[in-house]
Nanobody
Framework: QVQLVESGGGLVQPGGSLRLSCAAS????????MGWFRQAPGKDREGVACINSHGGLINYSESVKGRFTTSIDNAKYTTALQMNSLNPEDTAVYFC?????????????????WGQGTQVTVTS
């Protein structure tokens, strides 16, 4: 059974940083992708980053490009999302997800497995 567990959310002031982690278990595929999504109250789930299992393909949404960095440890089936220069608009529940690959856009339909989410709140 595939499981994804996120950690690292919390409360941070504008301009601050947080690092989220996601550990996947229950699968043995060599080629896969891990994505990061976020969902603010009353809004659709938004894809913010995707990385394939060998780290050779990485996509970011325009809203986070230049501020967020994703990485992957293929041997440990873990991924991280380093978030810098956070602002109140980044406040959301953040989810990691497991899929087959990264594409030009990061869409919910591309991922079949999801973590439970972790809250990130940016406020002064």
């Amino acid at each position: 059974q595939v499981q994804l567990v996120e950690s690292g959310g919390g409360l941070v002031q504008p301009g601050g940083s947080l690092r989220l982690s996601c550990a996947a278990s229950g699968f043995t595929e060599d080629l896969y992708a891990m994505g990061w999504f976020r969902q603010a109250p009353g809004k659709d789930r938004e894809g913010v980053a995707c990385i394939n299992s060998h780290g050779g393909l990485i996509n970011y949404s325009e809203s986070v490009k230049g501020r967020f960095t994703t990485s992957i440890d293929n041997a440990k089936y873990t991924t991280a999302l380093q978030m810098n220069s956070l602002n109140p608009e980044d406040t959301a529940v953040y989810f990691c997800a497991l899929g087959a690959g990264c594409y030009n856009t990061i869409e919910v339909e591309q991922f079949g497995y999801w973590g439970q989410g972790t809250q990130v709140t940016v406020t002064s």
